[in-house]
């Protein structure tokens, strides 16, 4: 299973490549980019020309991007609406697509192979109209990131069109054989459980957000230091077909210092290997 760290442990500070190196350094073997403005500008062409000359000259690989959840580099906090592509309105959720579309657009510079997307917000609600926005978002979103080189995978929340089952239904109904799974173990292990999650996902898992948890809010802990049950999960991974990447992505609020992230981030991915 590839080791993948993801630049969420950094979302607080500007992507650069010293915390690749970090990355680097830690036992990863590629890096999931977490495309906040903030943290990531997708939208600045001298953020992106930087970082894609550090991957062409580094062993550490581009895996992913994670999709933005924000459009502006507050992360929301001034007002900024969230990127939502099932929002009741149709100009919120063109809106959103656009976002992601230029963040999609760095893959002509930095080669990530997937892009990880979420579909709405915690409180959005499951319905027919629902299904056929995510169908729609997906099917189009898929389309444009393809001549890129890029798949797009879908990610498991905590809300109730994206469930295990919604998921899947969505991915069916709608004939997306292109569209993947990531499997985010946190946010299974609060609503239907790891190993439930997995066995509806199965085969369209491609990658799992790895963090841990106490079961009742999305803490993003270290691996141990919440409820998920690792031996358990290691071997629930184990009987799939493929391999998943596995993804570390850890809150970057938990106050670790940088000289001690090395041997953490090492010992996370061992509770899975």
């Known amino acids: ?32 980019i977490f495309a906040a403005r903030q943290h990531f500008d997708y ?18 690989q581009p895996f992913s991007l994670h999709a933005p959840m924000w459009p502006d580099y507050e992360m929301g906090r001034a007002g900024a609406p969230a990127v939502n592509v099932i929002h009741p309105e149709k100009a919120r959720r063109i809106d959103a697509m656009d976002e992601i ?12 192979r997937h892009m990880v997307m979420h579909l709405g917000e915690r409180y959005d609600g499951w ?16 389309a444009f990131a393809r001549p890129l080189g890029v798949r797009v995978l879908v990610e498991n929340l905590l809300s109730d069109p994206t469930t295990p089952e919604h998921l899947i239904t969505i991915l069916d109904l709608g004939h997306l ?57 290691r071997e629930a991974v184990q009987g799939l077909k493929t391999p998943p990447a596995v ?17 953490r981030v090492e010992k996370s991915f061992e509770r899975l290997m």
């Open 43 to 60: 939208t600045s062409r001298e953020h992106v020309r930087e970082l894609a000359e550090w991957f062409r000259s580094n062993a550490l």
């Open 101 to 112: 579309k230029r963040a999609l657009e760095t893959a002509e510079h930095v080669p990530f």
């Open 177 to 233: 054989d292109g569209i993947g799974v990531c499997l985010d173990l946190g946010h299974a292990h609060i609503t239907v459980g790891v190993k439930e999650a997995m066995t509806v996902l199965n085969q369209r898992i491609v990658s799992m957000h790895v963090h841990d948890n106490r079961g009742a809010k999305d803490e993003h802990l270290w691996p141990g230091e919440g409820t998920i049950e690792w031996p358990a999960v």
């Open 247 to 263: 993804v570390l992505e850890i809150a970057n609020t938990l106050g670790d210092a940088p000289s001690a992230l090395a041997e």
């Open 127 to 142: 319905s027919q109209r629902t299904m056929e926005y995510a169908e729609t978002a997906l099917e189009h979103l898929g």
């Open 1 to 32: 299973m590839l080791r993948v760290l993801s630049t969420h442990l950094f979302l607080n500070q500007r992507l650069h490549p010293g915390l690749l190196e970090l990355a680097g350094r830690s036992g990863a073997e590629a890096v999931e």
